[in-house]
């Protein structure tokens, strides 16, 4: 399974960016999907989950009601909608593929939970 995550950039405060994660090979419409970003200097954070059908989310408390994820299983393809961003939101984003379809609030945060992993894509909020 190759993810190759995309749509990072520099951006301002108060702005909003849509991060893309496309999937080829497995079967990507069985997967559970993630995302989580890193820092310099710091652990890799959870960001937000999304189930094999789309219809259950997860998110970190530090982005809850600002970032939405969603999929479309017919593209292959996992999106991370960013709003209302900050300069502590500034970091390398990631999606991530867990085979296994099904997640649940106990691990959805847990990096061992993923089997793939994408390359990653900066994303740059100037205040």
């Known amino acids: 399974v190759l993810l190759q995550a995309y749509g990072g950039g520099l951006v301002q405060a108060g702005d909003s960016l849509r991060l893309s994660c496309a999937a080829s090979?497995?079967?990507?419409?069985?997967?559970?999907m993630g995302w989580f970003r890193q820092a310099p200097g710091k652990e890799r954070e959870f960001v937000a989950a999304?189930?094999?059908?789309?219809?259950?989310?997860y998110y970190g408390d530090s982005v809850k009601g600002r970032f939405a994820v969603s999929r479309d299983n017919a593209k292959n393809s996992v999106y991370l909608q960013m709003n209302s961003l900050k300069p502590e939101d500034t970091a390398v984003y990631y999606c991530?593929?867990?085979?296994?379809?099904?997640?649940?609030?106990?691990?959805?945060?847990?990096?061992?939970?993923?089997?793939?992993w994408g390359q990653g894509t900066q994303v740059t909020v100037s205040s």
């Open positions: 991530a593929a867990d085979t296994y379809g099904v997640i649940t609030r106990d691990v959805v945060a847990l990096v061992g939970e993923y089997d793939y």
């Open positions: 090979g497995g079967r990507f419409s069985s997967y559970a």
């Open positions: 999304i189930n094999w059908k789309g219809d259950i989310t």
